[in-house]
């Protein structure tokens, strides 16, 4: 019994320990880089209206203030293994080693900028992407758009500055091409006297970018 926890705590917990160690590593140069490229946008943005600036919110978590959009990136700080009917399972990567199936996570949800800056907390955000990291230091990327078919190739995939580039750039075009959408009718026609008196201070009506998002075996929408 005890030869098993220590075999379970020297590979299992160990190998978990390796993937959230990576995927700190690959969180870091998403910043570094996300860095980088507003200071290169930055150099043909003369309209002071647009918004274009980085915010950091403690180690797991940064923000993109890109036009009418917000873009928070965020490290989840737990390791997932797939889920056992995921098709990955079966190709020959994930059955010569188990451990290949466990993966750090990177969030990348869509926000309105005004949702941050006015404090509107019943307003709706979207998540855009995951990024998927393992201890072989191969990657997936799952998402909206194109960023639901850049990068899916789980065994011949490593990150590397060039492609989290790419990754940033991809979100950033999906965010401001990403519109917000009237709320139906029916939906709104029927309100209280409180938020209408709301809405000149924080604006309770939700608004927000659409929910509901779905990846990978679910049906996208």
């Not at 869509?110 to 941050?116: I, P, T």
């Not at 990291?133 to 065994?155: R, V, Y």
Request: net charge negative; proline share 1%; with cysteine.
């Amino acid at each position: 019994m005890r030869a098993g926890i220590i075999d379970l705590l020297i590979n299992k917990a160990a190998m978990k320990q390796d993937i959230a160690d990576y995927s700190g590593e690959v969180f870091s140069s998403f910043k570094r880089i996300l860095k980088d490229e507003i200071a290169e946008i930055e150099k043909s943005i003369n309209d002071k209206r647009i918004r274009l600036r980085f915010e950091e919110s403690g180690k797991h978590v940064f923000r993109l203030f890109v036009g009418s959009d917000v873009l928070i990136f965020q490290l989840h700080t737990n390791v997932f293994r797939l889920i056992d009917s995921d098709p990955l399972w079966q190709t020959e990567y994930l059955k010569s080693n188990g451990a290949n199936g466990f993966f750090g996570m990177i969030n990348i949800y869509n926000f309105l900028a005004e949702s941050y800056e006015q404090n509107r907390y019943n307003d709706a955000g979207c998540l855009i992407g995951r990024v998927f990291m393992n201890h072989d230091h191969h990657f997936m990327l799952e998402g909206k758009g194109q960023l639901g078919t850049l990068f899916k190739d789980l065994e011949n995939g490593y990150v590397s500055d060039g492609i989290i580039r790419q990754i940033i750039q991809t979100t950033i075009i999906h965010a401001i091409d990403f519109d917000l959408i009237t709320p139906p009718y029916e939906m709104t026609k029927n309100v209280s006297l409180g938020q209408v008196q709301a809405i000149s201070s924080d604006l309770q009506l939700s608004t927000g970018k659409s929910l509901g998002f779905k990846f990978s075996s679910e049906d996208q929408k």
